[in-house]
């Protein structure tokens, strides 16, 4: 029972992380367009995810440094430098984009207007934050984003083809821009770096030691691998509903449309529901990572268990970036278009960040008998071929394609 | 030489206004025309399941009221980016149809939105949809028939 309740950081991570606006977003997008023929790409980058995670908690772990910490070290202030500017501008797009999409989703439920909802987000989360501990954050948010659960009853009671839903999970490449695009787009929003960047500096909020590793595995197999099955999920909904009659889900309304055909309006509020918590959850973790990231490179004193007083800059640094958010949301461009540009950079940014923690984590002077072994070894180099051939893809794509409007 | 250089600047700030009115005006090709009919069809596409959940009460009443109003927004403004566009001169009679269509869409929407928890209109506007979808599916196929 205390292993299960243990795996929650994972399972915040994976619902209110790995399921974010992005996830919801480019799944149900990619379902509509390609119907099941990307599943594929969601499970590459599921597993992607689950392995730098791994190393990232490991490290944390076994050494006590957070993900920007080790990129300091490694790579030195200059390059180092690089690598906190991309990620902090990927992370200032996330925030911007949850946000507007937390907003979008109050408008949804109480049919008031846009931006009165973002300010009203902004004070929400600062309360929620404040007043609850960090686990208190991971069960508010990780166990409300399991109403997104939804969509996998949706997609039972949809009846699909399950032999085409199995070819989908055939790797398969079409030269197509618009295919190509959607393979960065699927991939990129499965591995968000702020995912990672949370995980790693929440393993050290909880104080993990060499201790915690098996938990450490089991974290990044069944958290992410729930964060993939729902990502999935999404696909199959929309390949199934959305494919046959041409719809474009191009609003975030849209990804809950397949839940209310299946349920009526419970499956409607369940699917809005489990939205509202996981963009709620991702909001923090992108503006806590945001947060983290700079506080660690710069070697302020940070964590969210050492309170305001403690951690000063830290906390500024968070609720300028919840600000920054702001401002973003409010800016009037639509959420969802934000969305779009913070994934595909993420994976241009990605290399700076995964390839430090690599060198770190199969470093034996340095991890001593916890480094990379040969199969950490060989996923984790592998992934790092795959991140760089889509990082040098992605912006020609997102601009051959118009954003992937064709 | 600072009389030639302001000369080469005039004449490129000039060719770059003229591109930019060009581009305001819209030189709409058949290809961009159907791509404008397409997002018609997928609108009306979603109009369809929208309208589907007002008339078997299965939505809420606040989210039928937003979508339709966003995608309403939406339609109105695929009306005004072909209306203000200049088609090429063999898709002028597809350009007017297709603005036609996007209207008709607007107003649908329009009905679903004030009428957001009315069954009977749900299903007056869910049949509308659908012709409104079938219309620009046979519009899209002519269009991408002729070169």
New interface residues.
Partial sequence: MKTIGKIALGIIAAIGGFLDIGDLVFNTQAGATFRFDLLWAVVLGTIGIAVYAEMCGRVAAVSGRPVFDVIRMRLGFSTGLVALVASTFVNLLTVGAELGGLALIL?????TTYSMFVILAFFLLIVIVAGLPFGGLERLFGYGGLLLFVFVATAIHQEPDWTAVGNGFIPSIKWDPTYLYFVVGVFSAALMPYEVHFYSSGAIEERWTKRNLKENRLNAMFGYGIGGILACALIVVSGQ??HP???????L??V??PA??AF??TG??LA?GGMLFAIGGATIDSSFAGAYNVAQFLGWEWGRYRGPRKAPRFTIAWLLFLALGVVLAESGINPVDITEYSVVFSVVALPFTYLPLILIARDRTFMGEHANGRLASVLGWGYFAVIIVLAIAAIPLLLATNGGG? | MPLPRARLLTGAATALVAAALATGCGDLSRGELQRGVQSLSALAAQGRLLADGVARDRTKKTYARVMSRTLGAAAQHEAEKLADATPASDAQRERDRAVDLAGELSELYGRLQTFAGDEHVGREVGAGMRRVQAKADALDESLGARP
Avoid: K, S
């Fill in positions: 408008e949804l439920l109480f049919d509903l959305f009659l041409g719809v474009d889900p191009t609003d309304g849209t809950a449309l209310q055909d009526g309006e409607l509020l809005l064709g």
